[in-house]
């Protein structure tokens, strides 16, 4: 039956005042001026310290004026042997320390202390002993004239029993009294003239039970209550038509649950709604099936939140593994205001562990762009982003508000590193806990639906990173059935319907999915479908899809690339499930099998993956015997389809301005490990990246020159957030020519042409492509010196160099062209206007016509002008306020005008270069260092 929630159960209170589980405390209610024996339980809490011999304590008091949580006078140096703290073996997991509080703390005259706090430590202090929820262990002071006080000491929660069971219930008072225990009313136990009680008996019928503690010392009367149910038999009855895994909204003030648990004996369901407590109405039926169990709940306020757990055989508590949202204990506190306002409270003191969060009749979210066509699978020019790591406030607002530097950049995709929840706040999010539910930490569903919204309204697709390889500890799948005595940290028992005892490769990291296991295809199936229908993202870059895979190659790395039939049906399944939610979404795999598994992926509609950091860093280097990035076409692989996503640079791999600074080559003057040059390089690979047909994709702030290593100071660490560098001239021109680029190719189909010819081996590189809007030829000298190059041209006539305006006519295809270190060139028989104001005459190593160096230099430059004038050049010097700090004339020679300057006497800084001959001017920025 559905239950009605009544106005009395939700008045049942749990009136606990001592945490006996974890620390017990003798005398039970200690004043300040006692000597009291602290006993430490180390399996309960969060267990962290079973087995540990000797544990120390950590411990200080709390006092009136510092206020609730302040810890003072702290005992116990962290990380040593202090025979201050260090506390007694007692055996079975507990110790023991015994004390005389004011001494022992130090506690001044006048000092009022409310509590004593606690944490328990090996000695290196590496694992922590603390409450279930991670939290610090707090125990009450009491005032010498409290007068009468009692309360149970065991059990601190509500216990589940089965008839005839024996319980046990163990009570205290601060006087001696008259104490009295009553189950439902009934007595069960008495003593006289006691400061503590200890009665057992045999549970009850089936039901809430309330057991009562009742102290009288002649003029005070205190009472104390705790709970114990008896189980009923657990009712089997067909799931309702229609219901899905997980959370079902059947009305505005109804749910029904739905939870698979194969080889339970039985499950209730607590929360806001029942207090907690497990209650006979909110005992879960059965399916005939024996494997799922469901409940609906009725009654539930519309607009209200309410967290809820299932509490499973008697010993676990989960939240629902389908959970679109959750509350953490331990991360939750760490979400400000503005990135979730009015985030509701966990609730403490009430549970442990991470709660499922649902809001009854949610408002719809009005999308704007409901019909939003995305890119073309071979189009897409995709910028992936850490949220954490690209903006200060991690949230989607601020991520909404830079859309206008990525819609000016022309990236049409966004792909975001995981956004469900995962363990933590700072983390990649490689680590899933709750694959259905929205990490709170970068924003409110309703802000992710407007980011995704907003970003269709600009042409731009939204991919979001999913994790189906493993699930880590923190997830339900795991926790269900799990075995903590198995391995070095733990393993999925072998009933997990969901989870390998052990993984089936090498590179597995958590704990690997079975992804032919009936479960897995359930669970699988509605994440596939869950994100593209209820976000409407337009698709999913799959991590590690690799692992997608019973075939056990442990120990065998090699093998696991090889092609692999079953992980094509799975992956294809997958897409399947997708499609068949949204059909235009896309699947991008981060696969590197073997050749023939990846064709076969393309040829069935997949985009993969294609890492290139190796070549293209080698390229910019100046490294030739290891530049060749001609994998990056599809063609070059074998494929047919054009759904290679090449990337010179991921959140995986090495920043290229990180390698051209530390490890770049040089010649002479010419040296790519300075910042102006390296920055220029990255032009250069920029330029070959995304002129190559088919989708590309670049790491967030590449487009900057990024420089900060990947592993610093470690791989997943928070790294710095780099806007500033727009304040760099030399990085801003970066930003602005891949713009140029990325904009061009977006723009003219001719930059996604099925007919080209490369060469990619060599110093020179070149690309042409053939189209017949126009055709474009690409050419770059990739070494340290000079080189010439042949652009094999596709057909004589006027050229069009895109980037200085520039043209030639070309009557020999073959006519090689002399190239600068570094320097690129892209011709096109149309003229076509570049988008942003930048001409390789600003860049010293592209000029034809100015040569500035060195560059940068310290108390002398050489200009020279190419070329010969009718008239003589004036050079001008200006800072970058427009300031006028020198003006001369250049010296004709025979090829041209030359001048040797001093200028040892500027400040150090950047400065523009200005050439004016026959109403020419040309311009370059120098660095004086």
């Not at 001494?103 to 001044?108: A, G, K, L, R």
């Not at 202390?113 to 002071?141: H, K, M």
């Not at 407590?277 to 709940?297: C, E, R, V």
């Not at 939204?462 to 923190?474: E, K, R, S, T």
Request: net charge negative; charged share 20%; glycine share 8%.
């Amino acid at each position: 039956m559905d239950f009605k929630i009544t106005k009395l159960w939700m008045l049942i209170l749990l009136p606990f005042v001592i945490p006996a589980q974890v620390v017990s405390v003798d005398p039970a209610f200690p004043t300040q001026n006692d000597t009291v024996t602290i006993t430490f339980d180390a399996t309960e809490g969060n267990g962290a310290l079973v087995g540990f011999v000797p544990v120390y304590a950590h411990t200080g008091i709390i006092t009136q004026a510092g206020g609730p949580g302040n810890w003072q006078n702290v005992q116990g140096n962290w990380g040593t042997a202090d025979p201050n703290v260090v506390m007694t073996p007692l055996g079975n997991n507990k110790h023991s320390i015994t004390y005389h509080i004011p001494t022992f703390y130090n506690v001044s005259a006048g000092t009022v202390v409310t509590e004593l706090s606690f944490v328990f430590r090996d000695q290196a202090g590496n694992n922590v002993g603390r409450a279930a929820d991670g939290s610090d262990i707090f125990y009450p002071i009491y005032p010498a004239n409290a007068g009468l006080l009692a309360a149970f000491l065991s059990p601190a929660t509500t216990q589940i029993a089965t008839t005839g069971q024996n319980l046990s219930f163990s009570g205290a008072t601060s006087k001696d009294a008259d104490i009295d225990i009553y189950d439902n009313g009934v007595l069960k136990s008495s003593v006289s003239n006691a400061r503590s009680i200890n009665s057992s008996f045999a549970a009850g019928a089936a039901g809430m039970h309330l057991v009562e503690l009742v102290a009288d010392d002649g003029s005070t009367i205190e009472r104390d209550t705790v709970y114990y149910v008896v189980n009923s038999a657990v009712q089997t009855q067909a799931v309702p038509s229609g219901t899905e895994y997980g959370i079902n909204y059947d009305s505005p003030s109804k749910i029904t649950l739905k939870l698979h648990a194969p080889f339970k004996n039985y499950v209730y369901v607590i929360g806001d709604f029942n207090n907690w407590q497990p209650h006979p109405d909110y005992f879960m039926k059965k399916d005939p099936n024996g494997s799922d169990w469901w409940l609906s709940i009725d009654n539930l306020n519309p607009g209200d939140f309410y967290a809820f757990q299932y509490w499973v055989d008697g010993d676990l508590k989960v939240a629902d593994p389908y959970s679109e949202l959750i509350l953490d204990p331990w991360n939750d506190s760490y979400i400000g205001a503005t990135t979730w306002p009015n985030l509701p409270d966990y609730p403490t003191g009430k549970t442990t562990g991470i709660t499922s969060l649902i809001q009854m009749d949610r408002p719809a979210y009005n999308w704007q762009n409901p019909n939003f066509t995305p890119p073309g699978k071979d189009e897409l020019i995709i910028y992936e982003l850490h949220i954490r790591d690209f903006i200060a406030t991690h949230n989607y607002q601020t991520l909404i508000d830079t859309l206008d530097y990525l819609d000016r950049l022309g990236v049409n995709a966004i792909e975001l590193m995981p956004v469900n929840e995962f363990e933590g706040n700072e983390s990649w999010g490689y680590n899933p806990s709750f694959h259905m539910a929205l990490d709170k930490y970068y924003g409110t569903p309703e802000k992710f639906k407007e980011f995704v919204d907003i970003c269709h309204g600009r042409g731009i697709a939204v991919i979001i990173d999913v994790v189906l390889n493993h699930a880590f500890g923190q997830s339900p799948l795991v926790q269900l059935y799990f075995d903590p005595t198995a391995g070095q940290y733990g393993k999925p028992s072998p009933q997990n319907p969901w989870l390998n005892v052990d993984a089936k490769h090498d590179f597995n990291v958590g704990y690997d999915f079975n992804h032919e296991s009936q479960a897995t295809k359930d669970f699988a199936e509605r994440i596939m479908k869950y994100w593209v229908s209820e976000y409407k993202v337009d698709g999913y870059r799959m991590d590690l899809s690799k692992g997608f895979t019973q075939n056990n190659t442990l120990g065998n790395t090699g093998a696991w690339g090889q092609y692999d039939q079953s992980r094509i049906d799975i992956l294809n399944r997958l897409k399947g499930q997708m499609e068949s939610a949204k059909s235009s979404a896309v699947m991008i795999l981060e696969h590197f099998a073997d050749n023939s598994e990846e064709k076969a992926l393309s040829d069935q509609g997949f985009l993969l993956w294609g890492n290139h950091n190796h070549d293209y860093g080698e390229a910019a280097m100046g490294w030739l015997s290891g530049s060749n990035f001609s994998g990056a076409f599809h063609s070059q692989r074998g494929w047919t389809y054009k759904h290679l996503v090449a990337y010179q640079e991921s959140h995986d791999e090495e920043r290229i301005m990180y390698k051209l600074l530390n490890y770049g080559n040089s010649s002479g003057g010419y040296d790519t490990q300075v910042l102006a040059t390296a920055l220029a390089r990255k032009e250069l690979t920029s330029l070959f990246l995304y002129t190559i047909p088919g989708p590309k994709m670049l790491w967030q702030f590449g487009e900057l020159g990024y420089d900060v290593g990947i592993n610093d100071p470690c791989r997943v660490c928070n790294k710095p957030i780099r806007w500033n560098y727009q304040n760099d001239a030399n990085r801003a021109r970066l930003f602005e020519v891949v713009s140029d680029i990325i904009n061009l190719r977006v723009q003219n189909p001719t930059f996604n042409s099925n007919n080209y010819r490369y060469d990619l081996s060599g110093a020179t590189k070149r690309i042409n492509l053939d189209h017949s809007n126009f055709n474009a030829t690409i050419l770059g000298n990739f070494d340290v010196v000079a080189q010439n190059a042949d652009p094999n041209f596709q057909n004589t006539g006027w050229w069009y160099e895109y980037f200085s305006g520039d043209s030639i006519n070309v009557s020999n295809v073959n006519a090689t062209l002399n190239l600068q270190p570094g320097e690129y060139r892209l011709y096109t028989t149309q003229k076509i206007e570049v988008q942003n104001d930048v001409s390789l005459g600003e860049n010293p190593l592209f000029t034809e016509q100015l040569l500035v160096y060195p560059n940068p230099a310290e108390d002398r430059i050489i200009i020279e002008l190419n070329g010969r004038g009718k008239e003589n050049a004036q050079l001008s010097i200006y800072d970058l306020s427009g300031n006028l700090l020198l003006q001369n004339s250049l010296e004709k020679t025979a090829v041209g005008e030359y001048l040797e300057l001093e200028v040892s006497h500027l400040p150090k800084g950047m400065y523009l270069v200005q050439v004016e001959r026959d109403g020419e001017s040309f311009h370059q920025k120098i660095m004086l260092r």
